[in-house]
Each structure stands twice: as C-alpha cells, then as structure tokens.
C-alpha cells in the first residue's frame, strides 16, 4: 500500500506507517497539535499531561464552544491536527461540537475528531465512530490514546494526499 509520511510516499503496510510516524513524532520531526476539550479540570489535565509527554503540542478548553473559538483561531499556532472532545459539556455537548467542526468550511485542513466519553452507551459509541474519527472510553491509558491519534492523524494524511 502507498502510504503518505511527512512529505514522502512510501510502499508499507498499515502497521509499518504507523510505526514510521509514531517514530517521527517522537524524534519531534512531526508536529502535532491537539486540543482537548473537557468541562472537568482533572480530567483536562491529565490528558493534556500524557499527551505532552508523548510529545504532542496541547492546547484546552473547558466548553465545546471555546474549543470551537480555538479552532477558529487556530491560524496564530498552525492547525490543530485533532481535537480529543468530551461528550458530556455544558451547553453543546461534544457529539454535536464534533459534527460543526467535520463540516466547518473554514477549518482547513479539518482536524480528526475523537469523542471522549465515561459512559459506554453503545447507540452513543456508534454515532461517534460513524460521525467522527473514532470515540474513546474512560479512563484511557496512555497507549491508547498514542494509538488513537496515530491512526486518526496518519488516516486523514492519506486522505489529503488522495491516497485513500
């Protein structure tokens, strides 16, 4: 399979990109940013810590709709590349925030999206997962969570490049 890295195409199977670009990002040779949003501090920090320690760019909110603001004004930073969002925030919740930012026109390149969620519903994990780029549940480890974004960032690197 033809598969985007950085700025090279390479001919590797799936498990091969992944390490390619996990190694990159961890040698700081690719930069990601990623903003978690979740209305509790506790949990906001702790994902915003193992995300920095895996070497990832972090930026937070405490409301969809200052993640949003964020996003929006993201220019300043370079793009967000993911955006990890909590379900359950005050006012829209993090489903419903997910799908405006899949569809924002002025968001380019349009960063993946994973659902963060406590509660296991499944109707809930399926609208996620079909919606957005995947739905994690908690508590996440920190390899999870890795493994998450790589497969949501390197997917949606194939998809700009039209190999997917």
């Given at each position: 399979m033809n598969v985007l890295v950085g700025h090279e195409i390479l001919d590797m199977d799936r498990e091969e990109q992944l390490a390619q670009l996990g190694g990159q990002l961890a040698e700081g040779r690719v930069e990601v940013r990623v903003l978690v949003v979740d209305d509790n501090q506790n949990a906001l920090e702790v994902c915003a810590g193992a995300l920095r320690d895996l070497a990832f760019e972090v930026a937070t909110a405490e409301s969809a709709e200052e993640g949003l603001a964020l996003l929006e004004q993201a220019d300043t930073g370079g793009p967000f590349r993911l955006v990890l969002m909590d379900w359950r925030l005050p006012g829209m919740d993090g489903l419903e925030a997910g799908r405006i930012i899949k569809r924002h026109p002025g968001l380019?390149?349009?960063?993946?999206?994973?659902?963060?969620?406590?509660?296991?519903?499944?109707?809930?994990?399926?609208?996620?997962?079909?919606?957005?780029?995947?739905?994690?549940?908690?508590?996440?480890?920190?390899?999870?969570?890795?493994?998450?974004?790589?497969?949501?960032?390197?997917?949606?690197?194939?998809?700009?490049?039209?190999?997917?």
């Amino acid at each position: 399979m033809n598969v985007l890295v950085g700025h090279e195409i390479l001919d590797m199977d799936r498990e091969e990109q992944l390490a390619q670009l996990g190694g990159q990002l961890a040698e700081g040779r690719v930069e990601v940013r990623v903003l978690v949003v979740d209305d509790n501090q506790n949990a906001l920090e702790v994902c915003a810590g193992a995300l920095r320690d895996l070497a990832f760019e972090v930026a937070t909110a405490e409301s969809a709709e200052e993640g949003l603001a964020l996003l929006e004004q993201a220019d300043t930073g370079g793009p967000f590349r993911l955006v990890l969002m909590d379900w359950r925030l005050p006012g829209m919740d993090g489903l419903e925030a997910g799908r405006i930012i899949k569809r924002h026109p002025g968001l380019s390149p349009r960063p993946g999206v994973i659902l963060i969620t406590a509660f296991g519903q499944d109707d809930l994990v399926r609208q996620a997962e079909s919606e957005l780029d995947g739905c994690l549940l908690k508590p996440i480890s920190q390899s999870t969570l890795f493994d998450a974004i790589i497969n949501v960032v390197s997917g949606n690197e194939a998809r700009a490049s039209g190999l997917v």
